[in-house]
T-cell receptor, first 116, second 106 residues
Framework: NAGVMQNPRHLVRRRGQEARLRCSPM?????VYWYRQLPEEGLKFMVY????????ESGMPKERFSAEFPKEGPSILRIQQVVRGDSAAYFC??????????????FGPGTRLTVL | KNEVEQSPQNLTAQEGEFITINCSYS?????LHWLQQHPGGGIVSLFM???GKKKHGRLIATINIQEKHSSLHITASHPRDSAVYIC????????FGTGTSLTVIP
């Protein structure tokens, strides 16, 4: 039973390019969460998605960032026109179902984005 | 002020020692989570608890809802326990502490 998969594991982009980060949840999981860990800082919640729905995007920057979780395929976190400040580790987690809280989540290995 | 505060920030212990990491939070929560992040960066969820105490191997997590406080204990610590331990709380939102970096020396 494969865990949460993220790819690529490392991504290098030049300023102004687009970054696309993929997250495949565990089998049977329909809820995906994205987190960002900036250098020397703690994890920050970005967005919570269910299949074809964004449930909570309160942690997403207002511009350049978007996320989707289509009916088929992985969840995608997309960063347009990347800047150096976007350099961070981006973690995805999945859970099998929702409840009134963010229940137990299984984390992926993360994607380390470096913007040159 | 952070919604979740952890202490200590850094901790060095001798192998075999009993370790305690503390977490205090200031928001209403539905559950508290303890996560482990190894030097390679991967994150593992250790516990999710909303009351009382949970035990898994040498790890014990407790929570006091009234005092808004949780502790993570590691008994008979081992060098492979060296990692960053992160406390997080979930409710209407998800908040993380900044982590406790633990080094266990052989």
């Amino acid at each position: 039973n494969a865990g949460v998969m993220q790819n690529p594991r490392h991504l290098v982009r030049r300023r102004g390019q687009e970054a696309r980060l993929r997250c495949s949840p565990m089998k049977g999981h329909s809820h995906v969460y994205w987190y960002r860990q900036l250098p020397e800082e703690g994890l920050k919640f970005m967005v919570y998605l269910q299949k074809e729905n964004i449930i909570d995007e309160s942690g997403m920057p207002k511009e350049r960032f978007s996320a989707e979780f289509p009916k088929e395929g992985p969840s995608i976190l997309r960063i347009q026109q990347v800047v150096r400040g976007d350099s961070a580790a981006y973690f995805c987690a999945s859970s099998p179902r929702a409840s009134s809280s963010y229940n137990e989540q299984f984390f992926g290995p993360g994607t380390r984005l470096t913007v040159l | 002020k952070n919604e979740v505060e952890q202490s200590p920030q850094n901790l060095t212990a001798q192998e075999g020692e009993f370790i305690t990491i503390n977490c205090s939070y200031s928001v209403g929560i539905s559950a508290l989570h303890w996560l482990q992040q190894h030097p390679g960066g991967g994150i593992v969820s250790l516990f999710m608890l909303s009351s009382g105490k949970k035990k898994h191997g040498r790890l014990i997590a407790t929570i006091n809802i009234q005092e808004k406080h949780s502790s993570l204990h590691i008994t008979a610590s081992h060098p492979r326990d060296s990692a960053v331990y992160i406390c997080a709380v979930s409710g209407n939102q998800f908040y993380f502490g900044t982590g406790t970096s633990l080094t266990v020396i052989p």
